[in-house]
């Protein structure tokens, strides 16, 4: 695993505003590790304090099981984004990532 990889990751999914979601491989993608969506979910659960609630298996789905995905829905819920089925509407909710200054 490249150096610094989590930490491009966290740094990543702060950038997600309020009220807005992405999913596990477009956190990667603009991260700088395409196909790695696996690694952002290790490194979601190596860190606190980030808006982890924000990022979602692909189509817009809750991977979490359990309290775990209780507490996300409540969180996403809070932001004022809907939920159907445990599902996103990303055409509504998913944030666009522009290029990052390095």
Known sequence: MPAGMFEQ???????????????????AQASGFPGCARQVVWALRTARGHPWHRVLGARGVIRLTGEPGFEQRLRLQSEG???????????????KFRRAPR
């Not at 505003?17 to 992405?22: I, L, M, Q, R, S």
């Not at 984004?81 to 944030?95: A, M, N, P």
């Open 9 to 27: 990751i966290l740094k990543t999914v702060r950038r997600i505003p309020k009220g807005k979601v992405a999913t596990y491989g477009a956190v």
């Open 81 to 95: 984004i809907v939920l159907t089925r445990d599902r996103v509407d990303l055409s509504q909710y998913e944030h």
